[in-house]
């Protein structure tokens, strides 16, 4: 095959997957790893006045339990809106720039919809980390919630970011207003039609799946994460974790995952490597049912309150979360949540 833009390239993964050799997340082991499960919400949106993380780290095999304010004080950053992201930046109609709260791997100040994450368990086993995040104590303060997206729109609806003027995360349009308004109008019929769009989520068959491992001969860690973009994972990645992209390489085993976003337990996972010197995989976790979750929108409250946490137990040989931003040389470690 001559190289080139646009030459044909032949695919090499088809074979293992059309004979059933193919892998999951899942089913990657690595000698010594860790586990690691996630405490969550059962709120759709309440304040955290608290978490005790106490008992879940005194819990049979704990190696370290991690919450927002812990992995802040590392050094890591939020992940930013897809919206913000190239190639996917986009204007909202009036040509302002798109939203972009901060959103946190683990919670702070607030919970925004059933099943956010409030707190990282690592554990020898899959199930001792499962059982001590049964532990961890949140002091909720439950909030108003909006269920239904035109609820949510309507004036002093409650506001999922209290820094922004309401729920409505962004409005983009596309291709010639003028063309089809003349169009509309000689139209010898115009029909109109008010359509409702059903609640969807992108299901994929090995949820919120990862496994990771930190390489210190090379200081780099390997992510193994189902994905359809590795490098694009790898690059708001190391953004999060304020990495080189270079000290990081990320894997897909299969395409079973959405096209490009990573889940929110692929930072802390990238918080284990040197502390703790093991991989770690956070194994998938049954889904939370969908109560009552919260619009999409945007940006923590100006002042959020600090969830009055223990300082997270280090894994063993560390001492405590670290990220390069806190101690230079030093890549984060990454555990398999």
Partial sequence: MSE?????????????????????TDDLRFAGEAHAAVARSPHAHARL?????????AAPGVLAVYTGEDLAAAG???????????????????GTEMPDPPHWPLARGK??????????????????????????????EPLPAAVEAEAALRPGAPRVWDDLPGNLSFEWVAGDHAVADAAFAGAARVVRVEVVNSRQIVA?????????????????????????SAHGVRDLLAHVLDLAPERLRVLT????STPNSPSRHSPPAGLAGPSGGRPTAPRPSPPIPRRATMPSMASLPSTPRAASSPSASPPP???????????????PPIWRP
């Fill in 111 to 140: 919970v925004r919809h059933v099943g956010d994450p409030v707190a990282f368990v690592v554990a020898e086993t899959v199930a001792e980390a499962r059982a001590a995040a049964e532990f961890v104590a949140v002091d909720y």
């Fill in 4 to 24: 080139g833009i646009g030459q044909p390239v032949r695919r090499v993964e088809d074979e293992r997957f059309l004979t059933g050799t193919g892998k999951f």
């Fill in 204 to 228: 994929f068959m090995e949820p919120r799946a990862i496994a990771a491992h930190y390489d210190p001969a090379e200081d780099r860690t390997t992510i193994h994460v189902g994905s359809q």
């Fill in 317 to 331: 040989g560390g001492t405590g979360p670290t990220c390069p931003a806190a101690a230079s040389g030093s890549s």
């Fill in 253 to 256: 085993p299969a395409r079973f």
């Fill in 76 to 94: 890591m950053r939020p992940i930013p809106a897809l919206t913000r992201t190239a190639p996917y930046a986009l204007a909202n109609r009036d």
């Fill in 49 to 57: 006045r608290g978490i005790d993380i106490q008992a879940a780290r």
